[in-house]
């Protein structure tokens, strides 16, 4: 229902339609439609982070969820630690792409989609915000293609050295990263070649604290980081082959315990040293990918691309109720393994002025293949059974441009899928572990988009676009969970497809010093997917109608010639059916939701060579009602302010950075929200980064 309306509205609002501010007219995004495009041809939001902000953003916090939260203040606050779970885009999870190729994983999600690469291998980042089908498996909150940087025209070196520390306890907090890349064109062939290295100390509240490690998800302090990326590419006439490997590891130390608090009495948890058992959380990434690229084959421009990407995350262990077999013992100390193999291929055409008219089409086919397993480590017992996916998709997306000022889009795309689950037996603890009788389910979806841009003058555009996205339900979380016996894959309608609807309108106005950017989007899903911690801290998966929608406002001033002021912000409401009756009467809470949030910023450019940006973070309170209305649970907002700095020193530049600059006290988003004693974590004290980077 919602979508067909919003193909109506889409129709009655495309005189009035729009994209991008006038001053990025003329941008090339490839992530939104498959092919090269201008940015004020898509009927979506679009935020492109370029090379240079997201440097400025990642000298003020290290991670790539606190430099998305700073600049999409719809995506929510970054958690702080090796996990995301809980970070979403719009109130549902994001697809992460490594140029393209798929970084999440959906059969099992492990919440580590935003630790696959090193940053700074990255040379833009491009987000479209909302629902969609154009890049495939599980995009229900949007897309976030994480671009890597490309081989330089002429020989060139970059070394960049950087340190973190922190008021307190300066030798503990101490971190240190080194990078090196070296890149060139030698005739027909280019490459470029990478490797970071970084070491991360302490973090300590503003009140002197060590901060809390999570020992079961993982940590980003006390950690080591290595990234090898290596990217090389073949031109001849109008083609291009290019190969591009990329080898990350992140693995923690061990050397740190967690101290529970209480939230009851607002205590934090906290952490000292001491030998943890087990093995360390660890992030063990590969990807390799293939891209060969024809311009001008019979007219259409080709782009083919294989890739394939395994993914291992190692989570820290405990004695946990549901790790406990009476075969094995008591008090069982086990620790689990997410392990994930994807191979791919995408194909995309494009070809423009078919038969003459004004009508250019992008078309093609994908292919995904993804083995996900989760181990216990120690025992060696199978927690979610081996699942594998295989899924073949047929997509067109044709754009019109007959009538003038106005582009409409439409596309559509057919998912053929099953999934493939031998035999199992679920953990003892599961009603004593119950037999599930394998199967072969098989889904077929067939999803559509339309969209309209329209430039109302050289200022005014408006955009509407109605979408459809596709994504399948954590299968491992629905799996491992079963607790009744006579179930069987086959027929288990949690299995069911996550569909999800979701509508979008938006204006955009541009004066010779200021621009506006306003969009309003509605998302709904029958059949969704809800996180719950359960008493033993470990979440499972609820099945239930979802509804979300809210608002994204950009107004951006160019003061004067070296002052720019920016304003973002973002509100999002969620509710979910909580007693099945199909209607949504309970809020979504801190895992499902974000929070409402202003970011503000000033930068200015003093001379030629120093520039800075002040930024502000403000998170409002929110109080998260249930079905009957009453309050189950608060959040108090809180607001930190960061200052980056960069000043270029003949051939190099030096970066100089503070996150929370005023040392403001705060506990996080997800500790007021969700956390428990033993995730009841401030946020950072004030942190310093230091960075030099130059190039010969």
Do not use: C
């Amino acid at each position: 229902m919602l979508f067909r309306a919003a193909l109506i509205v889409t129709f009655s609002l495309a005189p009035m339609a729009a994209t991008a501010q006038l001053a990025e007219a003329e941008e090339i995004v490839v992530t939104a439609s498959r092919a090269e495009k201008p940015r004020n041809t898509i009927p979506n939001t679009v935020t492109v982070i370029d090379e240079t902000d997201l440097q400025q953003q990642l000298n003020v916090g290290g991670d790539l969820s606190t430099v998305l939260g700073n600049l999409i203040p719809s995506f929510s606050p970054s958690r702080q630690k090796l996990t995301s779970a809980g970070e979403s885009l719009r109130g549902r999870d994001p697809l992460y792409l490594v140029d393209g190729v798929p970084q999440s994983n959906p059969l099992r999600d492990g919440s580590r989609d935003a630790y696959t690469i090193d940053p700074l291998m990255i040379e833009r980042v491009e987000v479209i915000h909302g629902a969609n089908a154009i890049h495939g498996l599980g995009a229900s909150g949007g897309i976030i293609n994480l671009i890597t940087k490309r081989p330089s025209d002429t020989l060139q070196q970059s070394l960049r050295v950087d340190t973190t520390l922190q008021d307190e306890n300066t030798s503990d907090s101490l971190g240190f990263g080194v990078n090196y890349s070296v890149s060139g064109r030698f005739d027909a062939v280019d490459v470029m070649a990478s490797v970071a290295y970084r070491q991360s100390g302490i973090a300590y509240d503003p009140d002197g604290r060590v901060i809390g490690f999570d020992n079961t998800q993982g940590d980003t302090m006390d950690a080591d980081m290595l990234n090898v990326f290596v990217k090389g590419g073949y031109n001849w006439q109008d083609q291009r082959l290019e190969l591009t490997v990329n080898d990350f590891e992140l693995a923690g130390n061990n050397d740190w315990l967690a101290i529970p608090g209480d939230i009851a009495s607002g205590i934090p948890t906290t952490a000292e040293e001491g030998t943890v058992p087990g093995i360390a959380p660890t992030n063990d990434v590969r990807m390799v990918s293939a891209l060969y690229a024809n311009e001008d084959l019979f007219g259409q421009s080709l782009r083919l691309q294989v890739f394939r990407q395994s993914f291992a995350g190692t989570y820290g262990g405990g004695i946990f109720a549901t790790f406990q077999d009476p075969a094995l013992g008591t008090d069982i100390f086990d620790q689990s393994q997410n392990e994930s193999e994807k191979a791919g291929a995408k194909l995309t055409l494009a070809t423009g002025n078919i038969g003459g008219a004004p009508v250019s089409l992008v078309y093609g086919f994908d292919l995904l293949q993804d083995k996900t397993t989760q181990v216990l480590a120690l025992t060696g017992r199978a927690w979610v059974p081996e699942s594998n996916y295989r899924n073949t998709s047929l997509f067109a997306q044709a754009e019109f441009s007959g009538i003038e000022r106005l582009t409409v889009t439409a596309g559509v795309r057919h998912e053929i899928a099953d999934l493939k689950v031998d035999d199992f037996t679920t953990l003892a603890s599961y009603n004593g572990g119950q037999f599930v009788a394998g199967g072969k389910p098989d889904f077929s979806e067939t999803l559509m988009n339309i969209g309209a841009v329209y430039k109302a003058t050289e200022r005014l555009r408006v955009f509407a676009n109605a979408s459809e996205g596709f994504s399948m339900p954590d299968v491992g979380r629905v799996l491992r969970g079963i607790n009744t016996p006579g179930e069987s894959v086959e027929s288990f309608l949690n299995l069911t497809p996550i569909v999800t609807n979701n509508a979008e309108f938006g204006i955009e106005h541009s004066t010779d010093t200021t621009s506006m950017q306003f969009s309003y989007y509605t998302s709904e899903s029958d059949f969704g997917q809800r996180l719950q911690l359960n008493s033993d801290g470990i979440y499972m998966v609820q099945r239930e109608k979802m509804e979300i929608d809210g608002i994204e406002l950009r107004l951006r001033w160019q003061a004067s010639g070296t002052d720019i002021i920016d304003l973002r912000y973002a509100h999002t409401d969620g509710e979910y059916d909580s007693n099945d009756d199909g209607r949504v009467d309970t809020d979504l809470a801190g895992a499902n939701a974000t929070p409402d949030r202003v970011n503000l910023s000033w930068e200015r450019s003093w001379t030629d060579r120093v520039s800075t940006r002040l930024q502000i973070n403000h998170l409002l309170d929110r109080t998260f009602r249930d079905a009957a209305g009453a309050s189950s649970s608060e959040f108090d907002g809180y607001t930190t302010l960061d200052l980056s700095s960069d000043i270029q020193l003949g051939n190099g530049v030096v970066q100089i950075g503070a996150q929370n600059l005023t040392n403001k006290d705060y506990f996080t988003y997800y500790s007021q929200t969700l956390g428990n004693n033993d995730r009841n974590f401030k946020g950072h004290g004030r942190t310093i980064r230091f960075s030099y980077r130059v190039e010969f």
